[in-house]
Nanobody
Framework: QAQVAESGGGLVRPGGSLNLSCIAS????????MTWVRQVPGKGLEWVSD????????DYADSVKGRFTISRDNAKNTLYLQMNGLKPEDSAVYFC?????????????RGQGTQVTVTV
């Protein structure tokens, strides 16, 4: 069955960087757009970024534009999120989902997520 596994989170100072990874299995990864979303306690999922199936187009939430870069390696079934210039408000659990900004919530599969904490 379809699965995703996120990793790469951690504790960083403001201005620091992290590179998140998401390894997908059980479905044709190279055929689907993929999305990063995040969630803080008590709130719903917030869309962060998505990337077209072939990596030729990416979109970002205004709050992360210019600081985050999404990419993918279809040969490795892996999605990435390079996060630079991290701010305390970026602290959240990050998940990868299949789909785009408007469709990711229709995919029932969810990984365990990876925790990102930005603090002094």
């Amino acid at each position: 069955q379809a699965q995703v596994a996120e990793s790469g989170g951690g504790l960083v100072r403001p201005g620091g960087s992290l590179n998140l990874s998401c390894i997908a299995s059980g479905f044709p990864f190279k055929s689907y757009s993929m999305t990063w979303v995040r969630q803080v306690p008590g709130k719903g999922l917030e869309w962060v970024s998505d990337i077209l199936y072939d990596g030729t187009r990416a979109d970002y939430a205004d709050s992360v534009k210019g600081r985050f870069t999404i990419s993918r390696d279809n040969a490795k079934n892996t999605l990435y999120l390079q996060m630079n210039g991290l701010k305390p408000e970026d602290s959240a659990v990050y998940f990868c989902k299949r789909g785009t900004r408007t469709t990711y919530d229709k995919w029932p599969v969810r990984g365990q997520g990876t925790q990102v904490t930005v603090t002094v």
